[in-house]
């Protein structure tokens, strides 16, 4: 069975930030809260960090719906506006050049956080 993380486009820059801050590793996750939300989001967002950074080959699908995140968002899908559709597009495309509905190697998604991340 191939595992694959869905990750949805508006998620991309809360990976962004999560892969490249040089103090992730050391931070407590409570000290990223401000950032991502919640500890069990926190958590969630840290250990999909985690299996893209063991596993270079791991199947990463980037959708424009409910994703790996989205699973403990406190909204549960409620009051989640179709804009948010627009804007997973535009950040997979536009920003990181990646496409929604499209499956990709971890390594190749970090690869391409990683490049946008140098222009900023």
Not at 10 to 22: E, T
Request: aromatic share 6%; net charge positive; proline share 2%.
């Amino acid at each position: 069975m191939v595992q694959s993380i869905k990750i949805r486009g508006h998620h991309l820059p809360i990976l962004s930030y999560v892969l490249w801050s040089d103090q992730v590793a050391k931070r407590d996750l409570e000290e990223l809260r401000p950032v991502l939300g919640t500890h069990e989001q926190n958590q969630r967002v840290i250990d999909i960090y985690k299996r893209m950074i063991e596993n270079p080959n791991l199947e990463i699908i980037i959708i424009d719906s409910f994703d790996d995140i989205c699973g403990i968002c406190l909204k549960k899908g409620v009051n989640c506006s179709s804009s948010l559709k627009d804007l997973d597009n535009y950040l997979a495309n536009h920003y990181y050049g990646l496409s929604c509905r499209t499956k990709y190697l971890s390594n190749e998604v970090i690869r391409k956080l990683k490049e946008r991340r140098k222009i900023i």
